[in-house]
């Protein structure tokens, strides 16, 4: 099963935070969590305008965004994370720009050799199968996927990634 995420934090430098996590499955299934003991020292302006601004708790979209939700801390986000993810034999993970996202998808459990058993080890990236098709990876998702939204919600930018996807492979 191929699932599509994203995940929302605190920067763009090595000791960066999760604050939220979306998932969505190939069958149109859906996670989202947020994170309320990420690191708030290192929220910017930006991050507060464009990140914690489309948090599901922020725009009271709470339980309508996801079959999945959690709001708490690391530890019983990684639990419904594993949970979450047990329905599937086998899962095959897809971001874009997925380094910060692997790392923080690794850090939830810990270390990268605690994920879930049935997740593949190796990411894969949206941004190189855009490359791959002859397109300019700096695209506008949004734009190519024919989508709106919520820009820079975990699990509204893990649907853009879905529908990109679907739509690169057709």
């Not at 990140?51 to 419904?80: F, P, Q």
């Not at 997925?98 to 270390?111: E, R």
Request: charged share 25%; glycine share 6%.
């Amino acid at each position: 099963m191929k699932i599509f995420f994203d995940t929302e934090f605190t920067g763009l430098h090595k000791g960066t935070t999760l604050i939220s996590i979306g998932m969505v499955a190939e069958d149109g299934q859906t996670f989202y969590a947020e994170l309320t003991d990420y690191d708030k020292k290192q929220v910017d302006p930006w991050i507060k305008e464009n990140v914690i601004a489309n948090m599901a708790w922020s725009i009271g979209d709470l339980y309508r965004m996801a079959d999945v939700i959690c709001h708490n801390k690391k530890g019983t986000v990684s639990h419904e994370v594993s949970k979450w993810l047990s329905q599937f034999d086998s899962v095959e993970m897809w971001s874009d720009c997925l380094a910060y996202d692997w790392v923080l998808f690794n850090d939830l459990f810990g270390h990268a050799f605690n994920i879930p058993k049935n997740v593949y080890y190796i990411p894969f990236d949206i941004c190189t199968l855009f490359k791959l098709k002859g397109i300019d990876p700096d695209i506008n998702r949004e734009e190519f996927a024919g989508m709106q939204g919520a820009k820079h919600n975990a699990l509204h930018d893990a649907k853009v990634i879905k529908a990109c996807y679907e739509k690169l492979m057709v």
